[in-house]
């Protein structure tokens, strides 16, 4: 039997096979880790075949590269029928942003379609799990913010303005989801919070917003966050046991919030600043649309517990990002 850090091939044949694209992005890696672990789930990634596998390999039952540069609804529905996969995750993100919503949604909506329409080419009983983010639920008046998607042509609060294509193509991509759970099919959505931590890959999208945050200043062409930006943190690690959970006891349709902390980019900017010992001082902070994210639902439908609190990790965040090479305060 092989240790946790590594794919088991002696796993019973009662394990399920759940195929990952985007296994090498910095949630997908974490998600290839966290199934390996299990004792019910085996994961196999679909990847481009440009794709660096390293960092994911000791974590996959097997890893697939599809038959052209873009993972297509025929890869999804040949891994399915070849490997007997029941869920199917989709976690990939264009990287780096486009300039626009609907630039990048051209990117995005790629592999999600593939997810969906391979997976409706095989059987309705095989489940996709689809991602989107916090940014999409969060309403024009604010307040406390649920599974529940915001009904069609909401507007974003003023303080939200700059998280529009972010926010935006997110709704998009829901769009094309709710969609395909209207006409029959067996779909949900996770949306996560903010995600921060450690990945067997790349560093995540507040490696860098952080520390813009706290330098005022433009990284790669992106503006600081607004001093009042509200939104709710998540550990990495957490945020897979979410997707696991979601495998097991999620339902067709469901809507999922992984939203564990309530903190204002201020406050987690503070507790960065304390970790890396540079000089910050924070903006004073009020939550002026009284934004609280409750995924109390969420937790009690998936038996989830979270394990990680910001004021612990980010010590080791900082670590990581010196180790990545994305460190730039000075």
């Known amino acids: 039997m092989s240790n946790n850090k590594e794919f088991s091939s002696e796993k019973s044949s009662s394990v399920k096979n759940v195929l990952i694209i985007g296994a090498g992005g910095y949630i997908g890696g974490a998600l290839c880790r966290k199934f390996s672990q299990t004792e019910d789930f085996a994961a196999l990634a679909l990847v481009r075949p440009s794709s660096d596998i390293e960092g994911i390999k000791p974590f996959c039952k097997e890893i697939i590269r599809s038959q052209e540069a873009d993972i297509s609804s025929n890869d999804v529905a040949q891994a399915i029928r070849k490997h007997d996969i029941t869920t199917v995750i989709n976690v990939a993100w264009h990287i780096p942003l486009e300039s626009t919503k609907e630039a990048q949604f051209a990117f995005d909506r790629v592999p999600l379609e593939a997810a969906l329409h391979g997976a409706s080419a095989v059987s309705p009983d095989i489940h996709v ?13 604010g307040g406390r913010i649920t599974e529940t998607p915001p009904p069609k042509g ?17 709704v998009l991509k829901d769009g094309l989801v709710e969609e395909y759970i209207s006409n029959g099919g067996n779909a949900s959505i996770v949306y996560p919070s903010s995600v921060y931590g450690s990945a067997p890959t790349r560093g995540g999208f507040w490696d860098f917003a952080i520390q813009q945050f706290i330098t005022g200043k ?27 959970g979601v495998a097991r006891f999620g339902s067709k ?31 004073v902070f009020e939550n002026k649309d009284k934004v609280i994210f409750d995924d109390s639902h969420t937790r009690e439908l998936l038996q989830l517990q979270w394990k990680y609190k910001v004021a612990d990790e980010v010590k080791g965040w900082v670590e990581r990002i010196k180790e990545l090479g994305t460190y730039f305060l000075d």
């Open 129 to 141: 799990i689809t991602t989107s983010g916090n940014f999409s639920l969060i309403t024009t008046n």
């Open 218 to 244: 433009p990284h790669q062409g992106s503006q600081p966050f607004p001093p009042d930006f509200m939104t709710a943190w998540i550990h990495v690690e957490d945020l897979a046991d979410c997707y696991i």
């Open 154 to 170: 909401y507007i974003l609060p003023e303080y939200l303005i700059c998280l529009d294509l972010l926010a935006g193509v997110n």
């Open 253 to 283: 349709g469901g809507h999922y919030l992984a939203a564990p902390e309530n903190l204002s980019v201020s406050q987690v900017s503070t507790l960065f600043a304390e970790a890396a010992q540079v000089e910050f001082l924070a903006p």
